[in-house]
């Protein structure tokens, strides 16, 4: 039976013969699941290698990842990583997936919380003493006094166009807010 008498069933990327047998996933699904092997190489590349410890890969897994580091093309690059994707494949990815996701959302709350110590630097560099009681009330850990001698350092630094109070400040409210 010829491609072009095949139909996708829309719902798994499996080709359907007229009669309704399902030939098996079509070339497109296929394409798109090694690709997606391909990327999940890469980014398991990324990774520590004392993170890679902890999943059960096998040894020719291992092999691969271990020869990585000698490659500099690259085009032979793109290679290893299908070659990756092919040891893959074999092994249930789940593990790695949960491991990616795991990851990528402490990431994503590590972004979020910098972004929010970046706005109460700003606040309280610019509102001063209201922002101040703000932050006290959401930080009751926070002690006021070498606070306010922060904030009046920062803004000090600020109007002079000098980073040092402006990042001892950040660096005080990181370290309060990790602690907390």
Known sequence: MTNKH???DGVHGYAVAPDGIEDGPSKSAVKREHHALQELAEQLLRLPRAELERLALDAKTWEAIDETVRIKDKRALARHY????????????EPLKALLAKRDQAERVATATHHQLERWRERLI????????EFVTEYPQAERQPLRALIRVAQRDAKRSRPDGPRKLFRYLRDLVQSG
């Open 6 to 8: 095949l139909e996708s």
């Open 82 to 93: 299908k070659r990756i994707a092919n040891c893959l494949a074999r092994l249930d990815q």
């Open 126 to 133: 610019t509102e001063g003493d209201a922002a101040l009681g």
